[in-house]
């Protein structure tokens, strides 16, 4: 069935630098790409999403790239802030019924 | 984007018991999904609502043990049914987005079953 890997599960990065959040999906019917945070004891936040149509979308000091020929797709946050540390999953539109296909998710790090 | 509310925000109840859970949102919408989220894990959907036909179940789920209502477009209830501690996770509702794919979450419940 379809399947959504994510690389890596922990990412610990210093205040200031850029983290990068990998997935691969393997339907390649697949066109729709979001991206969710999760803080701790909330519920995820969908904060950037691309549709096969799009190689790259921005918003601010978040960008989501999609390579559909390779099938993954990745999320880049430039100058991380502590608000940044939390866990981060992507998902593909797969199935019926507008479901989601959801990676395992990343934790997220920012060290001071 | 739908603001969605989530009652209650959190529960501890007994093996054996049943829990409803409710879902509000403050705009019409057609697709609602009911989802569990283990702790560290990613998130698993036990059925997608849509107001005016039966829920549909996700393999390993079934409506005895999760029966859900969706009376209108606007609320939606998930029961977790004869609870074994195995159940204890957190309980998300999301809704579908106008564009179609794009889901938002409620805030969860977070059920520990004793």
């Known amino acids: 069935g379809e399947n959504v890997e994510q690389h890596p599960s922990t990412l610990s990065v210093q205040e200031g630098d850029s983290a990068v959040i990998k997935c691969t999906y393997s339907?390649?019917?697949?066109?729709?790409f979001p991206w969710y945070k999760q803080e701790l004891g909330k519920g995820p936040q969908l904060i950037i999403d691309?549709?096969?149509n799009v190689g790259e979308k921005k918003d601010q000091r978040i960008a989501v790239t999609l390579n559909k020929t390779a099938k993954h797709f990745s999320l880049h946050i430039t100058e991380t802030q502590p608000e940044d540390s939390a866990v981060y999953f992507c998902?593909?539109?797969?199935?019926?019924?507008?479901?989601?296909?959801w990676g395992a998710g990343t934790k997220l790090i920012i060290k001071p | 984007s739908a603001v969605i509310s989530q009652k209650p925000s959190r529960d501890i109840c007994q093996r054996g018991t049943s829990l409803t859970i409710q879902c509000q949102v403050d705009?019409?919408?057609?697709?609602m999904f009911w989802y569990r989220q283990q702790p560290g894990q990613s998130l698993t959907l036990i059925a997608t609502?849509?107001?005016?036909?039966?829920?549909?179940?996700e393999s390993g789920f079934v409506i005895d043990k999760f029966p859900i209502s969706r009376p209108n477009l606007t609320f939606s209830t998930l029961t977790v049914s004869n609870m074994s501690p195995e159940d204890s996770s957190i309980y998300l509702c999301?809704?579908?987005?106008?564009?179609?794919?794009?889901?938002?979450f409620g805030p969860g419940t977070r059920l520990t079953v004793t």
């Open positions: 999301s809704v579908g987005g106008r564009d179609g794919n794009e889901q938002y």
């Open positions: 705009s019409q919408v057609t697709m």
């Open positions: 609502a849509n107001q005016g036909s039966e829920a549909t179940y």
């Open positions: 339907d390649s019917a697949s066109n729709y």
């Open positions: 691309i549709r096969s």
């Open positions: 998902a593909a539109d797969g199935g019926s019924n507008y479901q989601l296909i």
